[in-house]
């Protein structure tokens, strides 16, 4: 009898966890299986321990058991964090014009673009000689003033030009990012808190600012995403 009703709390709770977990969102639901995954190996092997079919492990578990837990505890305390480091860590910030998109990724340093339309689409910009780079400036000086910017900005951070262009820009007024273009410059998913977009505005205008030998208009593309996703 005993057995029996072991056996239907252990189903019925089954039922529960199952039911519990399907409902979760996937963000939710990793920590959750961790969580359970843990909880049911310290059930199993103090029942082991109980029933004295592990008793020479009782006092390694006893011992080990306030280490785990406060591991635990510190890892799903701290993997919110290390996450969002991460994020910020390895997502690159990326500008679009009507011909150039550029990617700037502050992990590596590391600074490109795509021509996406025009002459020379769909080659990278670090594909480019001088010479092809500098009909492109010229081209796109008298077509898109964006592009011609976006490009001079390109080639002063990636070392290939001295030019500075670009430093005077003030941005047109008719130019306004949408919320996926904004969250693709503050290098966020578009899942991103006020707080992350804050925080995200804060860190890439601390390294792009002109003021520490960043651009002007890449300074201007920050703010202007930051205040689209805070409207």
Request: aromatic share 10%.
């Amino acid at each position: 009898m005993p057995m029996v009703l072991l056996l239907i709390v252990v189903i019925a709770g089954l039922w529960y966890w199952w039911s519990y977990q399907k409902n979760l969102v996937d963000t939710k639901r990793k920590p959750f299986l961790w969580r359970s995954g843990f909880w049911l190996i310290l059930a199993l092997a103090i029942y082991l321990v109980v029933t004295g079919r592990m008793h020479w492990l009782g006092a390694g578990i006893a011992a080990l058991v306030p280490i785990l837990r406060t591991l635990f505890i510190w890892g799903t305390r701290a993997g919110p964090l290390l996450r969002l480091l991460g994020r910020f860590k390895s997502t690159p910030s990326q500008f679009r014009t009507r011909f150039l998109v550029v990617t700037l990724n502050f992990a590596s340093g590391k600074i490109d673009g795509e021509i996406i339309a025009g002459d020379y689409s769909g080659k990278l910009l670090s594909e480019l000689n001088s010479g092809e780079l500098k009909e492109l400036s010229q081209h796109y000086k008298t077509t898109d003033k964006e592009s011609f910017i976006l490009l001079q900005a390109y080639l002063m951070r990636s070392g290939s030009s001295n030019s500075q262009e670009y430093d005077q820009y003030k941005p047109d007024g008719n130019n306004d990012l949408s919320k996926d273009d904004a969250y693709q410059v503050l290098g966020l998913p578009s899942t991103a808190t006020k707080d992350e977009v804050i925080k995200a505005h804060k860190r890439l205008m601390q390294r792009l600012h002109p003021d520490r030998g960043g651009s002007d208009y890449l300074a201007a593309k920050i703010n202007a995403a930051k205040d689209q996703l805070l409207k």
